[in-house]
C-alpha cells in the first residue's frame, strides 16, 4: 500500500481544481502488477471535468490493461474522501467487489473499504436484465 499511496500523494500535487480547491490523486495497482495514476482536472463548465480515478483507469487502458487489484485515493480535505458514484461504478467495470480501495489523506490517516462496500449493486457485463 505505500508505494501506492506515493503515487497518489505525488499525482495529487499536479491536480488542476482552482473552482473545488479539492485536489485528488489515485493510483491504480493492476493484476500485473504496474502502477497507473491521475489527477482530477476541473473545468470552468464543470461537467467536463475529469475525476482523478477516471484519469488513472484512462491512463490504465492506454497501457494496454484491463484489471484493477487494488486502489489508493488521496485528497487534501478534512476527512478521506471516497470515490465519487459515477467513479465507483467505472471502477467496477475494470475490478472485482472484493479489491481494496484505501482513502486518504495528506497527514496520513486512510480508511480502506472494499470496493463491493462502497458500491453494493454495481452495473456489469454479467448481470441479468
Given at each position: 500500500?505505500?508505494t501506492?499511496?506515493?503515487?497518489?500523494?505525488?499525482?495529487?500535487?499536479?491536480?488542476?481544481?482552482?473552482?473545488?480547491?479539492?485536489?485528488?490523486?489515485?493510483?491504480?495497482?493492476?493484476?500485473?502488477?504496474?502502477?497507473?495514476?491521475?489527477?482530477?482536472?476541473e473545468?470552468?463548465?464543470?461537467?467536463?471535468g475529469?475525476?482523478?480515478?477516471?484519469?488513472?483507469?484512462?491512463?490504465?487502458?492506454?497501457?494496454?490493461?484491463?484489471?484493477?487489484?487494488?486502489?489508493?485515493?488521496?485528497?487534501?480535505?478534512?476527512?478521506?474522501?471516497?470515490?465519487?458514484?459515477?467513479?465507483?461504478?467505472?471502477?467496477?467495470?475494470?475490478?472485482?467487489?472484493?479489491?481494496?480501495?484505501?482513502?486518504?489523506?495528506?497527514?496520513?490517516?486512510?480508511?480502506?473499504?472494499?470496493?463491493?462496500?462502497?458500491?453494493?449493486?454495481?452495473?456489469?457485463?454479467?448481470?441479468?436484465?
Amino acid at each position: 500500500m505505500k508505494t501506492l499511496s506515493d503515487h497518489a500523494r505525488s499525482i495529487l500535487a499536479q491536480a488542476y481544481a482552482p473552482y473545488s480547491n479539492y485536489a485528488v490523486g489515485a493510483a491504480l495497482r493492476t493484476s500485473s502488477g504496474n502502477i497507473y495514476s491521475g489527477c482530477n482536472v476541473e473545468n470552468a463548465a464543470y461537467p467536463l471535468g475529469n475525476c482523478a480515478e477516471a484519469s488513472a483507469i484512462a491512463a490504465m487502458i492506454a497501457g494496454g490493461e484491463r484489471e484493477i487489484a487494488e486502489v489508493f485515493v488521496m485528497t487534501n480535505g478534512d476527512t478521506p474522501g471516497t470515490p465519487c458514484g459515477g467513479c465507483r461504478q467505472r471502477l467496477a467495470e475494470f475490478a472485482s467487489t472484493d479489491i481494496q480501495v484505501h482513502c486518504g489523506l495528506l497527514s496520513g490517516e486512510v480508511a480502506t473499504y472494499t470496493l463491493g462496500e462502497l458500491l453494493p449493486f454495481a452495473f456489469s457485463l454479467t448481470e441479468e436484465s
